[in-house]
């Protein structure tokens, strides 16, 4: 008699695991990560300037310094944790990371997975190319290989341009934005696409090297990337956004990357 009623326990709990973790999401929210004291925040290292590696190693960066920001004011640490950016929707549904905060454009795609908070900055997909490469336009790059990261919203926008995305000879896809510049710089690619905020900040640091086709693959804006079960972290974290923009804060921050105030009010 135990033993079947240990049995039908072992059911009714099993049972009761599977159902809570059907949707292959972890829940922590704010209490919980309050408790523990700190906020893990996803990024892709290297990612500059929204997130990278300096000179020391240590991990920088423009959305760094809002998310310092803004776990001060949520009454916690922050941990910056680099993450597989093809992966790092799964990472956060599962809980290795509680935010994804490094310029993460808002798609359709990516909301019916995970929440975002209100959009804090925007963007565009340009294209990149050498400097006195001849193309002109986006045609120009029929039967030519095209390079972007894997998983980016650069992706998205390429291929939400049928004809264009149809006209090339390849797509190369690469695992951050430094890897597909460079390849860019040896002539690997003729063009790569990329956020515009990242990608004028890299040529910057290179120049004569890579010049910026007038065309681009559409708007967009950014937002920090939420598990859709953390209802509690995501009207705080708005809350102290827009704080951060209403006091001043978030405008100091910019002028320090970018020398001017572009976040979204």
Not at 74 to 91: A, N
Not at 118 to 133: G, T
Not at 240 to 261: H, N, P, Q, T, Y
Request: net charge negative.
């Amino acid at each position: 008699m135990k033993r079947v009623l240990w049995s039908a326990l072992l059911l009714i709990v099993c049972g009761a695991v599977v159902f809570a973790g059907g949707s292959g999401e972890k829940s922590t929210d704010l209490d919980a990560i309050r408790e523990r004291g700190v906020l893990i925040v996803g990024l892709d290292d290297s990612f500059p300037p929204m997130g990278f590696r300096d000179e020391s190693n240590e991990i920088v960066g423009f959305d760094i310094d809002l998310a310092k920001e803004a776990a001060s004011r949520l009454g916690v640490d922050v941990e910056f944790k680099p993450v597989d950016w093809d992966g790092v929707i799964l990472s956060l549904n599962k809980g290795d990371i509680d935010l994804v905060w490094n310029g993460m454009t808002i798609t359709e795609s990516r909301q019916e997975k995970i929440n975002f908070s209100k959009p804090y900055l925007d963007n565009r997909q340009i294209v990149i190319l050498q400097a006195d490469s001849g193309i002109s336009t986006k045609a120009d790059l029929a039967g030519k290989v095209v390079g972007l990261q894997m998983g980016s919203s650069a992706e998205v926008a390429l291929n939400n341009d049928a004809a264009v995305a149809a006209s090339l000879k390849e797509v190369k896809k690469y695992s951050n934005n430094v890897e597909a510049l460079l390849d860019l710089a040896a002539g690997r690619t003729a063009a790569v696409v990329v956020d515009e905020i990242v990608g004028r900040y890299y040529i910057a640091k290179k120049p004569g090297i890579y010049d910026v086709l007038s065309e681009d693959f559409g708007a967009e804006t950014y937002g920090v990337g939420i598990r859709k079960s953390d209802t509690q972290l995501k009207a705080e974290l708005d809350k102290v956004l827009d704080e951060m923009k209403a006091d001043g804060s978030a405008d100091k921050i910019s002028r320090e990357w970018f020398g001017e105030a572009i976040v979204k009010k």
